[in-house]
C-alpha cells in the first residue's frame, strides 16, 4: 500500500474496532474510553511498526521517546479524538492517522467512524457551496472565547461540535466554513485532520497565519485554524485585532 493507502485502512480498521468494543457491552463511562483508546492504540502503533519500521511515531496513547525527532517521516496518531463523545455513542469523534514528512502534514485520513466515512488526503472530495452566513465549529462543552469574539465580528454562526477531528471535517464535508480553535492542543489533533484540510484546498495555519510545523520535542501547539480559503485573511485579521 501506498503511505496514503495505509493511512486510510487504518483510520477505517481502528474505527471498526473501536465500535465493535463499544458494542460488545463489556465497558461503560470511562471504562469504556480507557478500553477503545488503549485497544485502538494497539492496532495502529503494531500495524505501522510492521509497515513502516523505520519511520518514526508519535502517538497520544503511548510512551513518547526522541527516537523520533532524528526521523524525516513520523507517523503521528490519535486512536480517539473525542473520548467523551465515543462513549456517549456520539457521532462526532474521529480516528486520526497522518505521516508528516520534515514537520509538514504531508498525507493524512480521518476517520468519522459514527458516520462510517473516511476522509482522506489523497481522495479529495468536492467542496460543497459555503453557505451565505458563515458557520464557526466550536467545542460543545467550552467554547474559546476569542472564537465567540471572532464570530460576533463576522457575523457567524456557532455550531456546538465535539471532537477537534470532528469540527476540521466539519469545513471539509461542507457543514461548516471555519474553525478556530485558542484552548490548546497536541499535535496528534490536527495532524491528520490539518493535512486532510490543506489536500482539500482548504487554509491550515496558525492564528498567527503561520504554517503548522510537526514532530517537535515539545508536542503541544497552542491554536488553530482551519478555514474556506476566502475566509483566511478576515479570521486572521480579527484574531491579530484580539491581541493588540
Given at each position: 500500500?501506498?503511505?496514503?493507502?495505509?493511512?486510510?485502512?487504518?483510520?477505517?480498521?481502528?474505527?471498526?474496532?473501536?465500535?465493535?468494543?463499544?458494542?460488545?457491552?463489556?465497558?461503560?463511562?470511562?471504562?469504556?474510553?480507557?478500553?477503545?483508546?488503549?485497544?485502538?492504540?494497539q492496532?495502529?502503533?503494531?500495524a505501522?511498526?510492521?509497515q513502516?519500521p523505520?519511520?518514526g511515531?508519535?502517538?497520544e496513547?503511548?510512551?513518547?521517546?526522541?527516537?523520533?525527532?532524528?526521523?524525516?517521516?513520523?507517523?503521528?496518531?490519535?486512536?480517539v479524538d473525542?473520548?467523551?463523545?465515543?462513549?456517549?455513542?456520539?457521532?462526532?469523534?474521529?480516528?486520526?492517522?497522518?505521516?508528516?514528512?520534515g514537520?509538514?502534514?504531508?498525507?493524512?485520513?480521518?476517520?468519522?467512524?459514527?458516520?462510517?466515512?473516511?476522509?482522506r488526503?489523497?481522495?479529495?472530495?468536492?467542496?460543497?457551496?459555503a453557505?451565505?452566513?458563515?458557520?464557526?465549529?466550536v467545542?460543545?462543552?467550552?467554547?474559546?472565547?476569542e472564537?465567540?469574539?471572532?464570530?460576533?465580528?463576522i457575523?457567524?454562526e456557532?455550531?456546538?461540535?465535539?471532537?477537534?477531528?470532528?469540527?476540521?471535517?466539519?469545513v471539509?464535508?461542507?457543514?461548516?466554513?471555519?474553525?478556530?480553535?485558542?484552548?490548546g492542543?497536541?499535535?496528534?489533533?490536527?495532524?491528520?485532520?490539518?493535512?486532510?484540510?490543506?489536500?482539500?484546498?482548504?487554509?491550515?495555519?496558525?492564528i498567527?497565519?503561520?504554517?503548522?510545523?510537526?514532530?517537535?520535542?515539545?508536542?503541544?501547539?497552542?491554536?488553530?485554524?482551519?478555514?474556506?480559503?476566502?475566509?483566511?485573511?478576515?479570521?486572521l485579521?480579527?484574531?491579530?485585532?484580539?491581541s493588540?
Amino acid at each position: 500500500m501506498t503511505d496514503a493507502e495505509l493511512a486510510a485502512h487504518l483510520a477505517e480498521v481502528a474505527g471498526r474496532i473501536l465500535i465493535e468494543v463499544r458494542e460488545s457491552g463489556m465497558f461503560e463511562g470511562k471504562a469504556l474510553g480507557n478500553a477503545g483508546d488503549q485497544t485502538a492504540n494497539q492496532f495502529l502503533v503494531h500495524a505501522l511498526r510492521e509497515q513502516r519500521p523505520d519511520d518514526g511515531l508519535l502517538s497520544e496513547e503511548s510512551k513518547d521517546t526522541p527516537e523520533r525527532l532524528s526521523k524525516e517521516r513520523v507517523w503521528i496518531v490519535d486512536p480517539v479524538d473525542g473520548t467523551r463523545e465515543y462513549g456517549e455513542a456520539r457521532t462526532d469523534w474521529a480516528v486520526h492517522v497522518a505521516l508528516c514528512v520534515g514537520g509538514r502534514p504531508e498525507i493524512g485520513a480521518v476517520a468519522l467512524p459514527g458516520l462510517d466515512t473516511v476522509l482522506r488526503s489523497d481522495a479529495p472530495i468536492a467542496l460543497p457551496k459555503a453557505a451565505d452566513t458563515p458557520r464557526m465549529v466550536v467545542s460543545r462543552t467550552r467554547p474559546a472565547a476569542e472564537a465567540v469574539s471572532v464570530s460576533q465580528a463576522i457575523g457567524a454562526e456557532l455550531v456546538a461540535m465535539g471532537s477537534a477531528g470532528a469540527k476540521a471535517m466539519a469545513v471539509v464535508r461542507g457543514e461548516a466554513e471555519i474553525y478556530l480553535h485558542t484552548g490548546g492542543q497536541y499535535e496528534w489533533d490536527s495532524a491528520a485532520p490539518a493535512a486532510v484540510a490543506l489536500a482539500h484546498g482548504l487554509h491550515a495555519s496558525r492564528i498567527d497565519g503561520s504554517p503548522l510545523v510537526y514532530n517537535k520535542s515539545d508536542t503541544f501547539m497552542p491554536d488553530l485554524l482551519i478555514c474556506r480559503p476566502e475566509w483566511a485573511e478576515r479570521v486572521l485579521g480579527e484574531v491579530a485585532k484580539l491581541s493588540a
